[in-house]
């Protein structure tokens, strides 16, 4: 089933609405069958989760609105959609992954697998999302979630991939997803920087920034302790661990898949300096923990959703969206805006050989 792809309007609260709306059959039936879901709903009133509504609604109400919207046409209780999106701050094991390619030169190249919960399969979107306040810009989303934690790009150029983190040991502090929903906000790379650095979350993501006219790609680490920033200068990979020398020894579980996607992208960028991304991304050579996920019985419950490929350029941003193993696009962006949607993509894709 091709990603839907949906056009949204209006103030942060009328967003949310429609967030809500479309992802309201799917959540309130993952909500029956996950145990991810009872997991986290077990936080709902521990005193953690009381001081991020805390911090979301001090430091930013229009995320607030959006998310009081995104529970109302969800037609589910505030307090679960607000823990929901709080998961990954108070649950390391919540089962959010992702694996990014970036490729400094010219132009500039980044490319993410979205891998997250099987059971969201065939149920996410790409949405395009223009709020009285943001500069307009267009993101994956699952159902009953914020935007802006997966990956996306908004009017300005600026593109950003996100990379689960199971850090340990979470504090008080602004949920990281609200981290990652203000940042694809963000007029320019200079302010998300600034932004990231100035805010303490209360867990932690990886974050890829890139920016058209702008000459780096940064990689960006951050916990509750912690942000690092590295300017990218040559080809590199993340499979969903702290990487960066400043933050290896924070506390953080990392599982055996996400350790040898490590190590795959390693090897394949070493064998290959011309290879393409998406041929890296839809791997599949380490059978037990592949680089593209596909396996209903995935150690880590996380499948690959779909997949990006930006080209970061001096005059714009180009990028496609995939699915499956499909180097033929269903979508195709420049900056936020969508270009020519092919629906007849999924008949006409070429699978990706191993490197």
Not at 106 to 117: F, I, K, Q, S, Y
Not at 125 to 153: C, N, R
Not at 178 to 193: E, K, Q
Request: negative net charge; charged residues 15%.
């Amino acid at each position: 089933m091709m990603l839907s792809f949906l056009q949204l309007n209006g103030s942060h609260h009328d967003v949310g609405v429609a967030l809500g709306q479309f992802g309201a059959q799917a959540l309130h039936h993952y909500a029956k069958t996950s145990p991810a879901w009872q997991h986290v709903m077990a936080f709902r009133d521990h005193s953690l989760v009381k001081h991020m509504q805390q911090q979301v609604q001090a430091q930013h109400p229009d995320y607030w609105a959006e998310l009081q919207g995104l529970a109302q046409g969800l037609e589910m209780p505030l307090a679960d959609v607000f823990t929901w999106n709080c998961r990954g701050d108070l649950w390391a094991w919540a089962p959010d992954g992702c694996t990014t390619i970036q490729k400094p030169g010219a132009p500039n190249r980044l490319a993410h697998n979205e891998d997250g919960d099987p059971l969201f399969a065939g149920y996410c979107a790409m949405v395009h999302i223009q709020t009285e306040s943001d500069p307009g810009f267009t993101a994956f989303v699952y159902p009953g979630s914020l935007p802006g934690h997966t990956f996306g790009a908004n009017a300005a150029g600026l593109c950003m991939t996100v990379n689960n983190l199971r850090t340990l040991h979470a504090q008080a502090g602004l949920p990281r997803m609200v981290v990652t929903r203000a940042m694809i906000g963000m007029p320019n790379l200079a302010d998300a920087l600034r932004y990231v650095q100035s805010v303490k979350p209360a867990g932690g993501f990886h974050v890829t920034l890139g920016q058209a006219n702008q000459r780096h790609l940064v990689s960006v680490e951050f916990s509750h302790r912690q942000c690092s920033l590295i300017e990218l200068n040559e080809a590199s990979g993340h499979a969903n661990h702290m990487i960066h020398a400043a933050m290896q020894h924070q506390p953080q579980i990392v599982t055996g898949s996400s350790g040898f996607r490590q190590i795959r992208l390693e090897q394949c960028l070493q064998a290959h300096a011309d290879i393409e991304p998406l041929e890296i991304l839809f791997d599949t050579k380490t059978a037990e923990f592949p680089v593209f996920r596909a396996d209903p019985a995935d150690p880590d419950q996380e499948n690959t959703l779909a997949s990006a490929h930006f080209e970061v350029g001096t005059d714009a941003l180009q990028w496609q969206v995939h699915q499956g193993q499909c180097f033929e696009p269903v979508y195709w962006f420049k900056n936020d805006q969508l270009m020519t949607p092919d629906v007849k993509a999924t008949n006409a894709c070429n699978m990706a050989t191993n490197p």
